[in-house]
C-alpha cells in the first residue's frame, strides 16, 4: 500500500505542475492580447478556458479517490490539502485570465482607447509573482514563497492609484467611460491573480513546513 500511494501521489503533483504550466501560459496571453489589440489571442484563452476546468475536476477526483481509498495522515495528508486548495487556485486564476482575454476582446473592437494607467507595470509584476509562486511550488522552495506576500500589498497600492486615475479620466471624458470601465475591470482581475498567486505561496510554505502563515498565522482572539 504504501508504495501505491507513493505512485499516486506522486502522479498527483505531475498533473498539477502541468496544470501550473497551462495557466501561467494562459495569464502571459491573455496580458498580451489586451497590449497588442491581439484579437486571435484572446479567443485562445477563452476557448482555452474549459480545458483547465477538465483538469482541475480530474485532480480533485484523484485527490478524494487518495483520501478515501488509503486514508493519508501526516506529510501524505498535508500534500492532499495543499494540492486541493492550489489546484482550485490555479483554476480560478485561468478565469480571471479569460476574462482579461474578453475585457481585451471588447477593448480591440468598438471600444479602442489607450489605457489611462500604466498597465504594463501592473502586469509585469503580477505575471512576476505568479511565476514566483509557481517556481516555489516546483523547486518546493518555502523562502522563496515566502517572498511573495510583500509584493502582493504593492499590487493592491497600483489598483487603489488605476481606480483614481480612471475616476479623473472619466469625470474629463464622460463619453469614453465604457471603455475606462473595462480598463478598470482589467486592473481588478490582475489584482485579484497577484492575491491567488499569494495564495498558493502561503500554501507552499504551509506544504513545505506545515506552517500557516495565511493572516499572519493563528492569531490570539481576545475574550469578551
Not at 497590449?35 to 474549459?50: N, P, R, T, W, Y
Not at 465604457?178 to 480598463?183: A, C, I, K, S, T
Amino acid at each position: 500500500m504504501g508504495l501505491l500511494i507513493m505512485r499516486e501521489l506522486n502522479d498527483l503533483k505531475r498533473q498539477l505542475l502541468g496544470l501550473t504550466a497551462i495557466v501561467e501560459s494562459r495569464v502571459q496571453k491573455a496580458i498580451q492580447s489586451l497590449m497588442l489589440h491581439d484579437v486571435s489571442l484572446a479567443d485562445e484563452v477563452i476557448k482555452g478556458d474549459a480545458e483547465i476546468d477538465n483538469i482541475e475536476i480530474r485532480i480533485e477526483e484523484e485527490c478524494l479517490k487518495v483520501l478515501a481509498l488509503h486514508q493519508p495522515v501526516a506529510n501524505d495528508l498535508r500534500f492532499i490539502v495543499s494540492v486541493l486548495k492550489i489546484n482550485n487556485d490555479l483554476e480560478r486564476i485561468a478565469d480571471l485570465a479569460a476574462n482579461a482575454a474578453a475585457r481585451a476582446k471588447d477593448l480591440s473592437g468598438a471600444i479602442v482607447i489607450d489605457c489611462p494607467y500604466d498597465v504594463d507595470v501592473m502586469a509585469k509584476l503580477v505575471l512576476k509573482m505568479l511565476k514566483m509562486s509557481l517556481d516555489s511550488l516546483v523547486n518546493q522552495d518555502a523562502d522563496t514563497a515566502r517572498k511573495i506576500v510583500d509584493f502582493d500589498d504593492e499590487v493592491d497600492a497600483l489598483h487603489k492609484q488605476n481606480f483614481g486615475v480612471i475616476k479623473t479620466a472619466i469625470r474629463e471624458k464622460a463619453d469614453l467611460m465604457d471603455g475606462y470601465m473595462l480598463y478598470l475591470s482589467v486592473s481588478r482581475y490582475l489584482e485579484r491573480i497577484a492575491d491567488l498567486a499569494t495564495n498558493i505561496a502561503e500554501d507552499v510554505v504551509y506544504l513545505m513546513e506545515g506552517e500557516i502563515i495565511r493572516h499572519g498565522g493563528l492569531q490570539e482572539v481576545p475574550v469578551k
